[in-house]
């Protein structure tokens, strides 16, 4: 008869388990998949949705191959894209039925016919000409979608579990690919936004996943690679509508294959943490089985079962929920509540910032396919920034750097002189480094501030005002109407507020992860205890 020694086989498992293998390898390359797939179709209306080239339809004017150029006979100052000069007939009968500068009376009507550059985007294919509005609200409503998505998804993923919520978030983007047979404009606003309800909270339980798998020795890398999977799926949009060009292509090849995702039925498995705070000891004990066979460790299963769930528990730092928290808790506790708020203003300002000059590098010269992989590359280095500067000095120092930093660049950007074109260009993407970091930076931040129980609720919540960011960044090139450096300003100033509402918040860096509101109250209270 065998006698194991329970002590002994608590702390094996507890030191090997925590160790980075095959197993938690290969569940950070299911888990970045539908990241990438997700992360392209977030982005998809920036080339979707764009505004191409118009003009005003003249019919009995136009020759056989009708050009968007501004043909000879057009009247002088009028506006060639929204109104249509009305032609004499007398005048149209003497010509021979061609048009000239004389042909036309001085009555404009309201042009209700157009000739596009190209049927690339659904601005030619809905007919939206002269309603550029409407191809800039597609992007908004996404976002919409985007902030409902996350009001609930942190909550899904606490109680229904981090494995399903992700499964139904990526096998539910596949509703974009309808979009190809829809001929209104307004039905295709309906399909963008519940495509986005459905599909955008996955960022919420990817980055929870990872960070779950990983361990706590991982917790950075787990937002590096949340990130860069995210970087890669918009140059790799970008590449795909650079060689594609036409929308319904586009959208078929970003959205068909997330159908793929209801394999992860049977290759994703669920976080042992998630599992052990739900009291689903069984699952949880399967899973640490799992990982022991793939990571090949010293472990049987014998030994994993002789263990008591208690047992589990204290080794692994669980704390199980005699009362399930709720949001009554998170008001309760004044920690909770202020690293709720600072931790939201910094979700806003990274994705502001962020996607703020996602749409500026659109400004800087040359092409806009080019200009767009270029503002995604430099996302990259920001990541290994992120990731060395996080581990050498601390979670909260690097981002108020970062955005101290970012608001330094994006002003000297401005006031540099426009004819010194590659200085210009260089401070931009060293602002957009800074805010990279940040962007980085935060996920992983708040994901160790808060507890388990509601980690994934309330990072919903900060990914709720990262999408009101999203939402307004487009509108900051109306600022530049009124003065150029107006964007720049505000991008700045935010930053600096977030980097001073960080000194309400403790460093994380040698923190453990807590699992309760309770255990992050009694640690605070600890610490201002021996203050």
């Not at 979707?48 to 043909?71: F, G, Q």
């Not at 998630?274 to 299963?301: C, F, H, Y």
């Not at 309330?458 to 003065?483: D, H, K, Q, S, W």
Request: aromatic share 12%.
């Amino acid at each position: 008869m065998t006698v194991i020694n329970v002590a002994k086989v608590q702390s094996d498992i507890y030191i090997q388990i925590e160790k980075f293998g095959r197993y938690q390898l290969f569940q950070y390359f299911l888990i970045c998949i539908p990241l990438f797939m997700v992360s392209m179709a977030h982005v998809n209306y920036v080339f979707v949705a764009e505004e191409v080239d118009y003009r005003c339809k003249v019919p009995e004017c136009e020759s056989l191959n009708p050009s968007v150029k501004t043909p000879p006979w057009w009247p002088d100052h009028v506006d060639e894209k929204c109104f249509r000069p009305v032609i004499d007939p007398d005048a149209y009968n003497l010509g021979n039925h061609t048009c000239s500068n004389s042909t036309f009376v001085e009555l404009l009507e309201d042009c209700d016919e157009w000739i596009y550059e190209n049927h690339n985007s659904i601005f030619s294919e809905l007919n939206l000409g002269c309603e550029s509005w409407k191809a800039t609200l597609v992007g908004s409503v996404h976002n919409a979608g985007m902030i409902l998505s996350m009001l609930f998804t942190g909550w899904v993923t606490d109680k229904l579990g981090r494995k399903p919520t992700l499964i139904i978030c990526s096998v539910g983007g596949c509703i974009g690919a309808f979009k190809i047979f829809i001929t209104s404009y307004y039905a295709y606003l309906i399909v963008e936004f519940l495509e986005s309800v459905v599909c955008s909270g996955l960022y919420t339980v990817a980055v929870v996943l990872l960070i779950e798998v990983g361990g706590e020795s991982k917790r950075v890398l787990a937002g590096v690679i949340f990130s860069y999977a995210v970087y890669v799926g918009e140059v790799a949009f970008a590449f795909i509508a650079m060689g594609l060009k036409f929308w319904k292509l586009i959208v078929l090849v970003v959205y068909t294959p997330m159908i793929l995702i209801i394999s992860y039925i049977i290759l994703l498995k669920e976080s042992t943490r998630w599992q052990m705070l739900r009291g689903k000891m069984t699952e949880a004990k399967d899973t640490l089985k799992v990982i022991s066979k793939s990571n090949k460790l010293n472990i049987t299963p014998e030994e994993i079962d002789a263990l008591s769930d208690e047992e589990i528990r204290t080794k692994f730092n669980v704390e199980t929920q005699k009362e399930k928290e709720n949001f009554r808790d998170i008001l309760n506790s004044k920690e909770i509540m202020t690293r709720v708020g600072v931790t939201s203003v910094c979700f806003f300002t990274s994705s502001f910032l962020y996607y703020g000059l996602v749409v500026h590098s659109i400004l800087l010269p040359g092409n806009k396919y080019t200009n767009f992989i270029l503002s995604s590359l430099t996302s990259f280095p920001g990541d290994l920034l992120a990731f060395y500067t996080f581990n050498k000095f601390g979670r909260r120092i690097t981002l108020q750097s970062g955005y101290a930093f970012s608001a330094i660049f994006l002003i000297a950007q401005t006031y540099a002189p426009d004819s010194i074109t590659w200085l210009k260009v260089l401070l931009f993407l060293l602002g957009k480094l800074g805010v990279v970091v940040c962007f980085t930076g935060i996920y992983t931040y708040s994901l160790e501030l808060f507890p388990t129980s509601v980690r994934g609720s309330l990072v919903g919540c900060g990914n709720t005002a990262a999408r009101i960011g999203a939402m307004l960044a487009p509108l900051t090139l109306l600022l530049t109407t009124e003065l150029t450096a107006l964007p720049s300003i505000l991008f700045s100033s935010t930053a600096v507020v977030s980097a001073l509402l960080l000194t309400f918040t403790p460093e994380t860096k040698t923190m453990p992860m807590f699992d309760t509101i309770a255990q992050i109250d009694s640690y605070k209270n600890k610490v201002t205890t021996h203050l």
